[in-house]
C-alpha cells in the first residue's frame, strides 16, 4: 500500500489493514497500526486505541520486544481502567497479554499463573481454551505434572469442540514440553507433531501468520532438542534450519535465539569450536540487542565450561562477569517493567497512574454509595429524635430529677454530634460532584472573605492573617474547591491555636511549569510525628476531650487535592507549628471517582 493512499481510510480501517498487511511485512503492520494510533487519539475513539494496544504489545511480544511489549499492555490496561471498566471481556485479554509476558521473558510462573487465573475467571468465552492451555504451561515450567495434566486435557477438550487448531497446536507443545521434562520422549515426539500438525491446519484459516509460526517454531524447536538427545544430528539440523527460515520471515527473536542455542549445542558435541565460536559472538549481539537475557545467561554458561575445559581461567572469569552484568541489566530493567504488579498495590495504578485498581475502585463506590445513603437517609430520622428529645425535656424539665437530665442531654448531645457526622460525611462524598470548571482565582480576595467568615475567631485569638508578599496572586483552579481547601485549613489553624500566644497564620502560594504550591503555616500546637498520617482519615480526631469537632475537615481537604493529582504533607516550621503543604497540578482535567 502506498503512503498516500492511507490517508483516505479511517482509523479503523488503516487498523484493519495493518493486520492483513502483517502477513507480509511485520515492520509495515506495526507503523501502520501506530498511524491508525494517532488518529484513533484525536478522534477520542478509546475502543479502536485499546485494540491496537493490544495488537502492538503482542506483536512486540512474539518479536522479543519484551519491554515495548509491556508498554504497549499498561497503555490498553490504563485505557481499559479508565473507559471501560466493567468490560470484563476485555480485562480478561489484558490479563491474558501480561501473563504471557511475564511467561515469556521474564520467567516469573507465578505472576503469569495468577494473572491467567484471574483471566480465565471471566469465563471469556473467545480465549477460555487458550488460557486453559497457558495455565497448564505455568503448571509444566513449575514441574507441577498432574495440575499441568488437568488443565491441558480440559484445554484439549474445549479446543476440538471449537476446532480451534491454533489454541490445539499451543496445548500440543505445551504436552510435549511435559512428557520431555518427564524423560518421555516417545510420548514428547509424538505431541510436538502433532502441535506441527495443528500449526499448520492453522494456517490455512488464521490470519494472524505471526502468531501461528510461533508456535510451528517452538514445536520444532522442541523435537530438535529431543533428537539432540538422542543424537540424531541429521534432524536436529534439518529442524534447526526450517526455525531459522521461519523467525527471519516473521521476525521471531525469541524461536531464532533458540534455535542457535540448539545449533550451538550441536556444534560443541561435534568438537567443532570456531563454528560455536562465531555463533556465540553473532548470538551474544542479537539477544543484547533483542532483551534475550535468558538466552544470553546460556550462550555465557556455555562459553564458560567451553573455558574451563581448554583451562582458560582467566577468559572464564571474564565471561564470569559478563553473566553477572547481564543478570544485574535483566534485574533492573524487570524492576522497570513490574509496574505492572502495582494492580495489586490497592491505591495506584500501572505506571504511577495515580487511579486506584479495578477492584478496590468497585468496592469504593459502594462504600461511598452506601455511606451517601447512610448518611442521607438517617438524617431525618436522627433529627426527629433530636427534636423530640429536646422536646421531652423542655416540657418535663420541672418533672425529671438532675440524673435523668443528664441522660437526656446526653442522648442530646450525642444525637447532634451524630447529625453533625452526616453532615461533613455527605461533603466528603460530594466532594467529586462539583463541576470540573477551572477559573482564574483571586488569592488575596479569597483569603480576605475566609477572614470575614472567621472574624470573631480570629480576633478572640488576636489573630494575624497574612499572604506572603512572595506569593503569587492568581490561580486557575476550581474555585469552590480551593475556597473549601483554605477554610478547612484556616479553620485548623484557629481550633488548634496556642492559648498563651496571638496566633500567626502564613499563606504561601507559588507556581512552576506544572503545579501550583500551597504553604499555609501557624504557630500552633503543632502535630506530634506519629500523627501526621493518622490526622487525614475519616473522623479522626486526635484529642476529644480538649477540642471540638468531628475529624473530617483534613480528610476532605486531602480527598479535594487528590482528585486533581496533587498531594498533601504536614510538617513542623520555625514557630514551633504546624505547616501543610500541598500541589495542584495546572491544566489537568479533574478525575472523578467513576474514571478512577
Not at 462504600?367 to 447512610?374: H, K, M, N, R, S
Not at 496572586?473 to 481547601?485: A, I, R
Request: some cysteine.
Amino acid at each position: 500500500m502506498k503512503r498516500d493512499q492511507t490517508t483516505i481510510l479511517s482509523p479503523l480501517e488503516l487498523f484493519e489493514e495493518a493486520k492483513k498487511i502483517k502477513v507480509i511485512s511485520i515492520d509495515r503492520a506495526v507503523e501502520m497500526a501506530q498511524e491508525a494510533y494517532k488518529a484513533a487519539r484525536k478522534n477520542n475513539d478509546f475502543e479502536l486505541e485499546f485494540c491496537i494496544h493490544m495488537f502492538l504489545g503482542r506483536t512486540f511480544r512474539l518479536q522479543g520486544e519484551a519491554f515495548s511489549s509491556m508498554e504497549q499492555l499498561n497503555k490498553a490496561y490504563r485505557i481499559l481502567n479508565q473507559r471501560f471498566p466493567k468490560d470484563k471481556i476485555k480485562l480478561s485479554g489484558v490479563y491474558r497479554e501480561y501473563g504471557s509476558l511475564y511467561s515469556d521473558y521474564f520467567n516469573d510462573h507465578a505472576v503469569a499463573l495468577d494473572y491467567f487465573q484471574k483471566g480465565l475467571s471471566f469465563n471469556n468465552p473467545e480465549i477460555i481454551v487458550a488460557l486453559h492451555n497457558n495455565i497448564g504451561c505455568q503448571y509444566v515450567m513449575l514441574e507441577e505434572y498432574e495440575k499441568a495434566n488437568f488443565y491441558l486435557e480440559k484445554g484439549l477438550d474445549l479446543g476440538y469442540k471449537k476446532e480451534d487448531y491454533l489454541t490445539l497446536s499451543f496445548l500440543y507443545e505445551n504436552f510435549g514440553t511435559m512428557y520431555s521434562q518427564e524423560g518421555k520422549v516417545e510420548e514428547a515426539i509424538k505431541s510436538f507433531d502433532l502441535g506441527v500438525e495443528m500449526a499448520e491446519k492453522a494456517s490455512d484459516i488464521t490470519s494472524d501468520q505471526q502468531v501461528v509460526n510461533y508456535i510451528h517454531c517452538y514445536s520444532l524447536i522442541g523435537l530438535a532438542k529431543i533428537y539432540l538427545k538422542e543424537k540424531e544430528i541429521e534432524k536436529v539440523k534439518e529442524l534447526v534450519e526450517k526455525v531459522y527460515e521461519k523467525s527471519n520471515q516473521f521476525k521471531l527473536q525469541s524461536c531464532w535465539s533458540e534455535s542457535a542455542l540448539i545449533e550451538g549445542s550441536l556444534f560443541l558435541k561435534n568438537n567443532n569450536i570456531d563454528s560455536f565460536t562465531a555463533l556465540f559472538e553473532k548470538a551474544i549481539q542479537f539477544c543484547t540487542e533483542n532483551g534475550l537475557h535468558s538466552d544470553k545467561e546460556n550462550w555465557l554458561h556455555k562459553m564458560i565450561k567451553l573455558c574451563e575445559q581448554k583451562e582458560d581461567y582467566k577468559a572464564a572469569l571474564n565471561y564470569s562477569k559478563k553473566l553477572i552484568d547481564n543478570r544485574v541489566d535483566r534485574e533492573s530493567k524487570t524492576r522497570a517493567v513490574n509496574v505492572a504488579k502495582v494492580l495489586e498495590n490497592k491505591e495506584m495504578e500501572i505506571l504511577a497512574l495515580e487511579h486506584q485498581n479495578r477492584e478496590m475502585k468497585m468496592q469504593k463506590d459502594q462504600l461511598e454509595q452506601f455511606a451517601y445513603i447512610v448518611a442521607h437517609d438517617l438524617k431525618t430520622p436522627l433529627s426527629n429524635i433530636s427534636n423530640f428529645i429536646g422536646l421531652f425535656s423542655k416540657n418535663y424539665s420541672d418533672k425529671v430529677d438532675e440524673q435523668n437530665k443528664y441522660y437526656l442531654d446526653f442522648v442530646l448531645d450525642n444525637s447532634k454530634q451524630l447529625h453533625r457526622m452526616f453532615d461533613e460525611l455527605l461533603k466528603f462524598i460530594k466532594v467529586e460532584e462539583v463541576k470540573n470548571i477551572r477559573s482564574i482565582c483571586n488569592i488575596p480576595t479569597m483569603i480576605s472573605k475566609v477572614h470575614k467568615k472567621y472574624a470573631l475567631e480570629l480576633v478572640a485569638r488576636n489573630a494575624e492573617l497574612k499572604l506572603s508578599t512572595d506569593s503569587i496572586t492568581m490561580v486557575k483552579v476550581n474555585m469552590h474547591h480551593l475556597k473549601t481547601l483554605l477554610e478547612r485549613m484556616i479553620e485548623n489553624s484557629i481550633k488548634f491555636a496556642q492559648t498563651d500566644r496571638d496566633l500567626k497564620i502564613l499563606i504561601e502560594v507559588n507556581e512552576d511549569l506544572e503545579n501550583y504550591f500551597f504553604k499555609i503555616s501557624d504557630n500552633g500546637i503543632g502535630i506530634k510525628e506519629d500523627y501526621r498520617k493518622k490526622i487525614f482519615a475519616l473522623f479522626k480526631q486526635l484529642d476529644k476531650v480538649n477540642y471540638e469537632g468531628i475529624g473530617m475537615g483534613l480528610a476532605i481537604c486531602k480527598k479535594t487535592i487528590n482528585l486533581y493529582g496533587g498531594t498533601i504533607l504536614v510538617t513542623d516550621n520555625e514557630w514551633k507549628g504546624t505547616t501543610f503543604e500541598f500541589n495542584i497540578p495546572k491544566d489537568k482535567d479533574i478525575i472523578p471517582s467513576s474514571q478512577k
